[in-house]
């Protein structure tokens, strides 16, 4: 028990973290990052910042960098280039200071088949800085605890379902207290039970203020547990911040029920409101106008109006107009490419 | 200082230190006691235990019915049986530089083939880069744990051939080829003697296997570069036109392991072949250094 002082002598003072450039409020930031496999450009220009605190959502299509970005933010792939600060350390020299206080379950758990779910998270902690040794067992008894293994702990890897193994590799994540808990698709291959109880799990991360980084495509999840969100598509980060005011800001609008739709349109658009018929009656666009002002517009020129509700554009909305806008702007420049040269890409 | 029982309620209460490292000692006993768990471990090393059963029951047997060797090359069995019988500690020398020839690369091999490409398929090896395990100390981790497997299995091959050759063969010293007999003792000296220079042989395969295995997420591709790599050493060994190649190859220092049972002991084909193999491992290991501190995690 007293040798948790004696091991840090003779260790090397941890370099000074770079907090110059960085706002203090910053789990981790990446400037410009930029991956390229061959000719295939992964991931490119992402700014990612991933305030303390946070839970952030990292939302995009199979294929849109998400991993990629998360393995070079781990410093597990070296980026082609830009930068990466991991709790204030500047990777890759800063790793050794930084990775001890980040969990993460990337792209699946790595477990070996012939070890029982207790031996494979032994043989984690056993690589684990921060754990003392006397103290492995405990912890590792109370991270399949805390996944909900402890009955199976004994069982082979190779028996686990798909589920099980997942749960393992959250249970690595959580072997110790950490700053920052990374979890690429947690949720794959769980049930709706497990899907919840991963929920729970990021739940009390936040609520003990440990920042959440979880890539998923699974849109409700996000939306069910995060508090920021970053759209990546293609490669690049085309939308983040707070998940509520992209919400917001993701085009406001006033949905009227009323039996006189092309009336009501019209008197709208006379006011310059944009508005158009729906199968459930008028949407009025709320950019550049209130809802008081519509519904006075309305009633003045006589339209009769059986319910004014405000419209919030759900995370579903808000991503299939950033990656489908992108995609159609892509399918556009890609024709005009054909268009101008001979080979498409 | 204790520090027992810190940690809020929602985390594990555990020990922390401010390690930006795990204990080194601690790093080498788990990958020993892992690859010890490892079920194709225990089946190798069990099968190597049993080769010099087999040879020590297959000589003890034609020793004992000499009318079954009139055929073509029976007289030569017959000699080589004559030559152990009571003369038993010749058994772990023959059945060392038998299974230098093929069995023991590649049993380096695969536990180095495991080691890296193994774990990054499986992806145990990201778990280990994300604790952190810096690049260089992973190598260093995989590398000790390959070359204790090694040593363990020319060990355990030693030792059951000794046990073997006194049992089923008999005697209480070495017959060397210079036709003077060693006391027990020394013999058995220059049995561990042979042990320890075959393991060096086996790193430096299991060194260069361990650079493939840092190039590759297959392990088979590692296990089918190293057993056609040890074909055409052999191959290229054996063509005298090709004379001129021969001492950069890592076998012809195989051959000279033999001067171990002539009495007095030439030191130079040794020493040669113990330099040869070093050179082997510190190639090895810098290009798996060079590729693993750049490799994809």
Not at chain 1, 326 to 344: C, G, K
């Amino acid at each position: 028990m007293t040798t948790v002082t004696g091991m840090v002598i003779g260790e090397e003072e941890a370099p000074a973290a770079v907090a110059a450039g960085a706002p203090a409020g910053l789990a981790a930031r990446t400037t410009g990052l930029r991956k390229v496999y061959g000719k295939t450009v992964a991931v490119d220009r992402v700014d990612l910042e991933v305030p303390v605190g946070a839970v952030l959502g990292m939302l995009g299509p199979n294929g849109s960098g998400k991993t990629t970005t998360i393995r070079m933010l781990l410093g597990l792939v070296t980026p082609t280039a830009g930068s990466v600060e991991l709790l204030g350390h500047r990777l890759p020299d800063g790793a050794a200071w930084a990775l001890p206080e980040v969990g993460a379950l990337v792209e699946g758990p790595g477990f070996h088949p012939f070890l029982s779910g207790r031996e494979n998270l032994t043989r984690c902690a056993a690589a684990e800085p921060r754990l003392a040794t006397p103290d492995i067992p405990r912890a590792v008894g109370e991270a399949l605890e805390r996944v909900g293994l402890s009955a199976a702990a004994g069982r082979r890897y190779r028996g686990y379902s798909l589920g099980m193994k997942q749960r393992l590799g959250l249970a690595a994540a959580l072997l110790l207290p950490r700053r920052l808990v990374v979890l690429d698709e947690p949720t794959n291959g769980l049930d709706p039970a497990g899907t919840r109880e991963v929920r729970a799990v990021i739940a009390d991360l936040h609520a003990a203020g440990t920042t959440v980084l979880v890539s998923s495509h699974l849109l409700a999840e996000v939306e069910a547990t995060c508090t920021h969100v970053a759209v990546l598509h293609r490669g690049s980060v085309v939308a983040q911040g707070e998940l509520r005011e992209l919400l917001e800001a993701g085009g406001a609008g006033l949905l009227v029920s009323t039996p006189d739709v092309e009336v009501a349109v019209d008197a709208l658009r006379d006011n310059r409101m944009p508005a158009r018929s729906t199968p459930d009656g008028v949407h009025v666009d709320l950019t550049a106008t209130t809802a008081p002002e519509v519904v006075a517009t309305l009633v003045g020129a006589g339209v009769a109006v059986h319910e004014v509700r405000r419209q919030r554009t759900g995370l579903e909305d808000l991503f299939a107009r950033l990656t489908e806008a992108e995609t159609n702007e892509a399918r556009l420049s890609d024709v005009e490419e054909l268009h101008d040269e001979e080979a498409p890409q | 200082m204790t520090t027992g029982t810190v940690g809020a309620a929602a985390m594990p209460a555990v020990l922390t230190t401010t390690r930006s490292r795990a204990p080194l000692g601690r790093l080498l006993r788990s990958e020993v006691r892992f690859m010890l768990r490892r079920p194709r471990t225990l089946v190798a090393l069990g099968l190597l235990a049993l080769v010099p059963v087999i040879a020590g029951v297959s000589i003890s047997v034609a020793a004992g019915m000499p009318d079954q060797g009139a055929g073509p090359g029976g007289s030569a069995v017959e000699g080589i049986a004559a030559l152990l019988e009571g003369n038993g500690l010749i058994l772990p020398v023959f059945v060392l530089l038998l299974t230098l020839a093929m069995l023991l690369p590649l049993v380096g091999a695969m536990w180095a083939a495991d080691a890296i490409a193994g774990e990054a398929a499986t992806g145990g090896l990201r778990n280990l880069m994300l604790a952190p395990v810096s690049r260089a100390r992973l190598l260093a981790v995989k590398a000790f744990g390959v070359a204790t497997l090694c040593l363990l299995a020319v060990v355990v091959i030693s030792v059951s051939a000794v046990l073997c050759g006194l049992v089923l063969l008999g005697g209480d010293g070495m017959l060397t080829m210079s036709g003077t007999t060693l006391p027990f003792w020394p013999s058995l000296g220059r049995v561990a003697l042979l042990a320890l220079l075959v393991t060096v042989q086996v790193w430096a395969v299991a060194a260069v296997a361990l650079a493939i295995s840092t190039w590759t997420d297959h392990p088979l591709v590692v296990l089918a570069a190293a057993t056609g790599g040890i074909i055409t050493f052999t191959v290229l060994n054996a063509l005298e036109s090709l004379s001129w190649l021969h001492p950069v190859l890592i076998n012809a220092s195989w051959e000279s392991l033999g001067d171990i049972i002539r009495d007095p002991m030439p030191t130079d084909g040794l020493t040669e072949g113990l330099l040869r193999a070093l050179c082997y491992i510190l190639i090895g290991y810098s290009l798996a250094l060079a590729r693993m501190v750049s490799r994809d995690g």
